[in-house]
């Protein structure tokens, strides 16, 4: 098993060490799991599974286009997802700071 290391602010650290009781790299190790599982769910998500989850009348714009161009409005979509997924991650990461559950 790899370890690493991270850093944390005094604050946050100062809430973590109220509560010996909770294993941290536990919370840590599934945190990432779980963030890693999102990414790959884009990442391996086929264009036609990614059709059948469209509005069907933006997928009727969709195809009209040519079949490069809906590559290149599937892999925007997926780039979109992703920073939408960091976006989430950054407020889950605020709320922990704060001291709120998520």
Do not use: A, C
């Amino acid at each position: 098993m790899t370890n690493i290391t991270f850093s944390v602010d005094d604050d946050l650290h100062k809430q973590m060490k109220e509560h010996p009781e909770i294993k941290w790299t536990e919370i840590l190790r599934q945190s990432i799991l779980n963030y890693l599982k999102k990414v790959e769910e884009i990442d391996e998500l086929s264009i036609e599974d990614f059709r059948t989850r469209l509005d069907p009348k933006l997928l009727s714009k969709i195809e009209e286009l040519n079949e490069q161009d809906e590559i290149l409005f599937y892999k925007k979509v997926k780039e979109k997802e992703h920073k939408r997924l960091d976006g989430l991650q950054e407020l889950e990461k605020e709320e922990l700071e704060r001291g709120k559950d998520v």
